[in-house]
């Protein structure tokens, strides 16, 4: 069975704490990416990455980063935590190759809280 | 540029009654087409995809959509809805062949009323 695991499912960080947001598939899939989902504004992509150590910026990368070093992980970093990045942080992935639909698998998201 | 644009930010629906939940896409080129389902504190599920073939889609739990490309829409159905179905759900397209993000809809929360 296909799965996209995100380390943490929920979190409570401070105002200019540096946060990391872990997320491993196992389909040995080229693309991942993060979203971060908020009420009434749906699904906005912040980076993704087609490959190791490639990454490219989605509509909302301001305040955030991302890394990949390896194929099967894809780590968003908050460098200064605020208030206004509380929010549900999505991971998916998706396979490009000669079958590629563009469908993403999802993890099942990590809330995060700045006070 | 692709677009998606979800008619209803909510649909209340009482249980075992039909619903629709409203799709419509902008696109110059051809596209694949899918509806997620989120149930609340998880993350998303594919509940259906059009990529090709036959314009009528059946997915998981009951649900169907059309796929209409003359008026480029791409409405999900269920003929009876249970509770559980209680849920938001994401419409999404991404052009043929391109590798490049899925464009999402800003989704639409159904909730089922007993």
């Known amino acids: 069975d296909v799965k996209v695991t995100q380390s943490s499912r929920y979190l409570v960080k401070r105002t200019g704490e540096k946060v990391f947001l872990e997320c491993v598939q196992d389909?040995?899939?080229?693309?991942m990416f993060w979203y971060r989902q908020d009420p009434g504004l749906g699904l906005r992509l912040i980076y993704f990455?087609?490959?190791?150590?490639?990454?490219e910026k989605g509509d909302i990368p301001e305040g955030y980063s991302v890394s990949r070093e390896k194929k099967e992980r894809f780590s968003l970093i908050l460098e200064s935590a605020s208030t206004n990045q509380t929010s549900m942080y999505l991971c998916?992935?998706?396979?490009?190759?000669?079958?590629?639909?563009?469908?993403?698998?999802f993890g099942e998201g990590s809330r995060l809280t700045v006070l | 540029a692709q677009s998606v644009t979800q008619l209803d930010s909510q649909v209340p629906v009482f249980e075992e009654a039909p619903v629709e939940l409203r799709c419509n896409y902008s696109?110059?080129?051809?596209?694949?087409l899918f509806w997620y389902v989120q149930y609340p504190n998880q993350g998303l599920q594919l509940l259906l995809k059009?990529?090709?073939?036959?314009?009528l889609v059946k997915g998981i739990n009951g649900f169907e959509a059309e796929f209409n490309k003359s008026q480029t829409s791409f409405h999900l159905r269920k003929p009876s809805v249970h509770i559980s179905d209680t849920a938001e759900y994401f419409c999404?397209?991404?052009?043929?062949?391109?590798?490049?993000?899925?464009?999402f809809g800003k989704g639409t929360r159904l909730s089922v009323i007993a």
């Open positions: 059009y990529l090709s073939g036959s314009t």
């Open positions: 998916a992935s998706s396979l490009i190759r000669e079958t590629n639909t563009g469908e993403l698998f």
């Open positions: 389909m040995d899939h080229e693309n």
């Open positions: 696109s110059s080129v051809s596209v694949y």
């Open positions: 999404a397209v991404i052009p043929v062949g391109e590798n490049t993000p899925l464009v």
């Open positions: 990455s087609y490959d190791v150590k490639m990454k």
